[in-house]
């Protein structure tokens, strides 16, 4: 056994169980045969509650993308389960997985390449309304009128190609399409990491906003560890292909309890010179190995300043160590924190 | 600092020809660096931060774009009145740069070594061993594992950290006075970035090297730079001390930009106060404030005079006509998100009673 | 602008500068980028021209192109010398109502060159059709379904790709041409038939890649992820973002198959000249070429008019298939 099953809840809205997603590597020539594995998602187990947003941490293939798109059934599991207000996702297909879309939506990283070029504005917004028959006739227009308005768009823009719009405005022409069907759980894919720092902070605002105004639930995609703070209630990190830690978002920043979440911690910039200069890093050696051929035992172990032999024989369970706060390390408890005091003092929960 | 700097770029301006008018990338900018100091641009898309760096090095591509006026004084030459000729042996030599990505600056069919060794044997005329060894000897130097078995490698056999360790071992490698780098570690991951910020940190003080770090990110120049300048829209619109520019900015835009950016360290809750609008189209820029259509504290005047740099404090200038502080706009930016927070809920209010009816 | 939802419709500063101006679609762009091309609208004029002359080209025509019998032979004459030569012979001297001289039947060099107009352009337009469907549809289907469908297509359209054009031009000419099929519409159908056969596979290709790399695209899964049926997405997303490509493609389509049909026509296996006095399509360049040839140092505008003539519907359509390729390649920006 090498997940720890998670413990249902009644308000999990999205329960995900030794979800993997194995890529086949085909040798080329005439008969293609599959030569191996990459292990892109490798057995991870976690909930989605109701109403909050779960961040997903990592560096670049670590899985993160591939565990939302898995999710949404973008790509079919190899194996493992994904339960969405109670229905199993993973076996669903044709008319019945159509209707699971308008439950569960996503938005895209790349703002340029999210939107279809020869559309106009309207035609991507009312696509949606129009799969799923949710509104009729001119009614369509005025729904993509109001979704326009909710992501703070003109709706006089209505009738616009998306290549007249800057990367920001593009981004909530995104939103706005994927909000049409009214989901209640959206993955947002690294949905700000395209774009410039000011206007970054408008799109987080604006997520917030509608999370609020439409009950959303959301699954934050992001590398970028400040942001990903910033607006999740729980922080869960990935490294290649495994979850390694999960937390409430506040106790993962103060107490982390796995040294990758640790490192990356320490390895985050943080605008403000004072810090800078009397920080403690931990810098990582070497390289992320290949997810074709991953280390054995935890696959951290390679680069793991608190490496054991252990390490390199058993992988570690992912437990909950208190509080819901899960790792899988099995030096856990032995993980220092690695901000400063007043740092630390700072992130308590304020009021 | 008596000394002369080392760099002096005067009243720097950059356009392009484009279909539809000529952009005036870079705006009569000025800055200088010393000797050894580290200076950060900072700015965002479009804010005309590595036009100026490629202006230094004269890589402007000519056409569309032209070096349209200004000076940039190199050690007391006027780099803007050199032939191509005299360039060449100023690039790679005294004034090397690092890209964001090394795959476009490497050439992807020659070996590592071919590479570094060419430039070693051009600028200071060391014989193939020679160049050799000391191409060992960089490598090892930027951290990079057996590099006398790695110099017989591709650049696509090495992965993207290594790659921009070698970036950097290339760049120094004939002891240059200034070293650009542009966005050297934004394509990297944060472990990643951490190791390559660590090592130019350490490269800086071991070599003395000047260094002029771009960036967009305001946390990286937080923990690298002497003195940052701010861009916007082609133009410097605030210069500082880094301890200063973080701690009293002076132009609102520096100050939207620092509350735009989430803090690891930040308590929760903490809702961000994000600079409204769009950068404005560099095609036709008045003369005034660039900054005005977004501005928080925005007078008529500021719509028709362009705002001089000047000095608001020791060693720190700002292209403000008014005297705003960091609380001020804290207060203001709090009691508009208030305002929006109250907008947004009669939004809902509303929606609520029209669903019901 | 607002950073948050709001119900004000009022436009401020950056919205009303855009929306000053009207739409831009990816299409007007290319338009636009288009008209800027002075050679490719040029050619884009010349074009239309030979498309009107073409279809008008019985009230355009100063004789009937067709061979003369009787009395209207012996006053063409044969052989007769374009206008601006005198000859010793009355009846070779050139006149004005023969602008380009007679052929050795006395048939008005000049007429036949306008009416010759119609078969390039038909030989050029309808292959390329034909081709541009069978290609597109093949690409597409293979581009999109992937897998065994995929091979099965492309190793069909490699040996197809592999066919040596010329030589199988000559196979079926000499295979078909006595036949009914050979000599429908003096031969053009079987022309129209070969031509498409042997191009279709580039275009194939060319779409296939074209699928594949779109198939990526966050927009194409986006449309995934919002429940758009698998045909929706190859004809609303897929299809209208391949066009661009496929339009250049076409455009150079056409001169390839104007010069095949002059090639085999020249060679005396294209069309089959039709005598009838209202033969729609009484002659082609190719054929006006062969026979000019044979007169090349008594009369050599008989030669040099259909080879000017080839020659510069050639040069348009590649000029203008450049243009587009500049206009409608998104890379430019």
Redesign the interface.
């Known amino acids: 056994m090498t997940v720890q099953q998670v413990a249902p809840s009644n308000d999990a809205l999205v329960q995900i169980n030794d979800l993997k997603m194995h890529f086949p590597v085909k040798s080329s020539g005439l008969v293609r045969r599959t030569v191996g594995n990459v292990k892109a998602v490798d057995g991870i187990s976690f909930d989605v509650y109701k109403g909050e947003t779960l961040g997903l941490v990592g560096?670049?293939g670590c899985g993160k993308s591939t565990t939302g798109?898995a999710i949404?059934q973008?790509h079919r599991p190899t194996s493992g389960s994904v339960v969405f207000n109670g229905e199993e996702l993973t076996n669903l297909s044709g008319e019945k997985?159509?209707?699971m879309?308008?439950k569960v939506?996503?938005i895209?990283?790349?703002p340029y390449?999210?939107?279809?070029?020869?559309?106009?504005v309207g035609d991507i917004i009312a696509?949606?309304i129009r799969?799923?028959n949710l509104r009729s006739g001119k009614e369509v227009r005025t729904r993509v009128e109001e979704l326009l308005?909710?992501?703070?768009l003109?709706?006089?823009?209505i009738?616009?190609?998306p290549?007249?719009?800057?990367g920001?405005?593009r981004q909530r022409i995104?939103i706005a399409?994927?909000l049409?069907?009214e989901p209640d759980f959206i993955v947002c894919d690294e949905p700000v990491s395209a774009l410039?720092?000011?206007?970054?902070?408008?799109i987080?605002?604006?997520l917030?906003?509608?999370q609020?105004?439409f009950g959303l639930t959301y699954l934050f995609i992001a590398?970028?560890?400040?942001?990903v703070?910033?607006?999740s209630d729980r922080v869960a990190v990935m490294y290649l292909g495994k979850m390694v830690e999960l937390a409430p978002?506040?106790d993962l920043?103060a107490h982390p309890m796995h040294p990758y979440t640790q490192?990356?911690?320490?390895?985050?910039?943080?605008?403000?010179?004072?810090?800078?200069?009397h920080?403690q890093?931990i810098?990582?050696e070497g390289?992320?190995p290949s997810p074709l051929n991953p280390p054995s035992g935890c696959h951290f172990h390679t680069r793991c300043p608190l490496v054991i032999d252990k390490c390199r024989q058993e992988e570690p369970p992912f437990v909950d160590y208190g509080g819901g706060h899960f790792s899988a390390c099995w030096r856990a408890k032995e993980v220092t924190p690695v901000?400063s005091e007043d740092?630390q003092h700072?992130?308590?929960?304020?009021? | 600092m008596a000394e002369a700097p080392l760099l002096d770029v005067r009243d720097l301006e950059v356009q392009f020809k484009t279909q539809d008018g000529i952009v005036q990338a870079v705006n009569k900018v000025n800055f200088s660096v010393n000797r050894g100091e580290t200076l950060g641009i900072v700015g965002e898309s479009g804010s005309g931060k590595s036009v100026t760096s490629l202006a230094v090095m004269r890589l402007i591509p000519s056409p569309p774009g032209k070096i349209a006026g200004g000076q940039i004084i190199f050690d007391g030459e006027d780099l803007v009145d050199f032939s191509e000729s005299e360039m060449r042996k100023i690039r790679g030599n005294r004034i090397a740069m690092i890209f964001q990505d090394p795959m476009t600056s490497l050439n992807p069919v020659l070996r590592i070594g071919r590479q570094m060794t060419e430039a070693l044997q051009l600028h200071l005329n060391m014989t193939p061993k020679q160049a050799r060894n000391r191409a060992i000897e960089l490598l090892g130097m930027v951290g990079i594992p057996s590099p006398d078995k790695r110099l017989d490698d591709y650049p696509h056999q090495f992965s993207g950290g290594m790659r921009q360790r070698v970036m950097i071992a290339m760049g120094l490698s004939c002891n240059p006075e200034l070293l650009i780098a542009d966005e050297p570690t934004t394509a990297l991951d944060v472990t990643i970035q951490a190791q390559i910020l660590e090592l130019m940190n350490r490269l800086k003080n071991e070599t003395g090297t000047a260094v002029i770090f771009i960036t967009h990110d305001l946390g990286v120049v937080a923990g690298m730079a002497d003195r940052v300048i701010v861009m916007y829209a082609g133009r410097v619109v605030e210069h500082a001390s880094t301890h200063e520019l973080y701690n009293n900015p002076r132009m609102p835009y520096t100050m939207g930009l620092l509350d735009s950016i989430p803090r690891l360290d930040e308590g929760k809750g903490e809702r961000l106060t994000p600079i409204r609008g769009l950068p404005p189209d560099l095609l036709n820029l008045k003369d005034a404030c660039p900054f005005a259509p977004r501005c928080d504290f925005v007078q008529d005047v500021c719509h028709t005079q362009r705002p001089p740099l000047r000095s608001v404090g020791t060693n720190h200038q700002a292209a403000c006509l008014f005297d705003i502080t960091y609380e001020e706009r804290q207060t203001a930016a709090a009691r508009k998100a208030a305002e929006e927070q109250a907008a947004l809920e009669q939004t809902l209010e509303t929606a609520i009673a029209e669903e019901a009816r | 602008m607002t950073t948050t939802s709001s119900t004000k419709v009022v436009p401020s500063d950056d919205e009303l500068e855009l929306l000053s101006r009207p739409p831009r679609s990816l299409w007007g762009d290319a338009w636009r980028r288009l008209r800027r091309n002075k050679l490719a609208m040029i050619s884009l004029i010349y074009l239309i021209i030979l498309v009107f002359v073409a279809i008008f080209a019985g009230p355009i025509s100063p004789q009937s192109p067709g061979r003369p019998t009787g009395m209207e032979l012996r006053e063409r004459g044969t052989f007769r010398q374009a206008a601006w030569i005198t000859d010793a012979d009355p009846r070779r001297t050139g006149d004005w109502r023969f602008v380009l001289g007679t052929d050795s039947a006395g048939g008005d060099i000049f007429s036949r060159l306008i009416y010759g107009t119609r078969v390039s352009l038909i030989v050029g337009f309808i292959p390329m059709i034909l081709t541009l469907l069978i290609g597109v549809i093949v690409g597409l289907i293979s581009g999109f379904a992937g897998g065994w469908v995929d091979d099965l297509l492309m190793r069909f359209t490699d040996v197809v790709f592999a066919l040596p054009g010329l030589l199988f031009f000559i196979i079926m000419q000499t295979a078909f041409g006595a036949t009914a099929l050979g000599k429908a519409f003096n031969g053009l159908l079987l022309l129209f038939i070969t031509l498409s056969i042997v191009s279709w596979a580039s275009v194939a290709r060319l779409v296939r890649g074209q699928v594949l790399s779109l198939k990526e695209k966050e927009f194409v899964e986006a449309a995934r992820a919002v429940g758009v049926s698998r045909t929706a997405i190859l004809i609303k997303h897929i299809l209208p973002n391949t066009l661009g490509p496929i339009i250049v493609a076409g455009a150079f389509i056409v001169p390839n198959a104007i010069i095949s049909e002059a090639v085999l026509s020249y060679l005396g296996i294209g069309i089959t000249p039709d005598l009838s006095p209202n033969a729609p399509f009484p002659t082609s360049w190719g054929n006006m070429i062969l026979l000019g040839q044979g007169a090349i140092n008594s009369q050599p505008w008989a030669l040099a008019g259909p080879a000017i003539a080839l020659a510069s519907i050639t040069i348009a359509f590649v000029a203008l298939g450049d243009g587009l390729r500049d206009a409608l390649d998104p890379r430019e920006q």
């Open positions: 560096e670049s798109r949404l973008l997985l159509r209707r879309r308008r939506q996503m895209f990283q790349d390449a999210s939107l279809n070029p020869r559309m106009t696509e949606p799969v799923h308005r909710v992501v703070g003109n709706p006089y823009f009738n616009r190609y290549h007249e719009f800057s920001g405005q995104g399409r994927s049409a069907v410039d720092v000011s206007i970054q902070a408008q987080i605002n604006l917030q906003d509608l609020k105004q590398h970028n560890l400040s942001v703070k910033h607006i978002a506040d920043y490192a990356l911690l320490s390895a985050v910039p943080i605008p403000d010179p004072d810090v800078e200069t920080r890093r810098i990582l390289d992320v901000l740092f700072d992130a308590e929960p304020a009021t």
